[in-house]
């Protein structure tokens, strides 16, 4: 599971819709969510099976970002599982 919190160039969001609707399905890829804000900030959550997966989901799309920040992601149960190993 990966979060990404992205942010688009403004001038280029209508670009980017046509480009996403015209894309497809990206191999490896199963979107679990993709939202966007008004303001050209979004979060994407996705399963991918591997890291060349998250590549090619993202790679034709970053000259329509200033930035994009990618995270491997886990449920909050197994997060407090790591949370509780650390030490004070």
């Known amino acids: 599971m990966f979060v990404a919190f992205v ?5 280029r969001i209508k670009e980017l819709a046509e480009f996403a609707a015209k894309r497809g399905p990206i191999k490896g890829i199963k979107l679990i ?11 994407t959550i996705m ?8 590549f090619a989901y993202f790679s034709p799309m970053l000259p329509f970002f200033r930035n994009v920040e990618v995270y491997p992601a886990l449920s909050m149960e197994r ?3 790591f949370a509780a190993l650390m030490k004070s």
């Open 79 to 81: 997060v407090m599982e």
């Open 47 to 54: 399963e991918a099976e591997s890291e060349e997966s998250v």
């Open 33 to 43: 969510g993709n939202y966007g804000t008004p303001v050209g900030k979004g979060v």
């Open 7 to 11: 942010e688009c160039v403004p001038e």
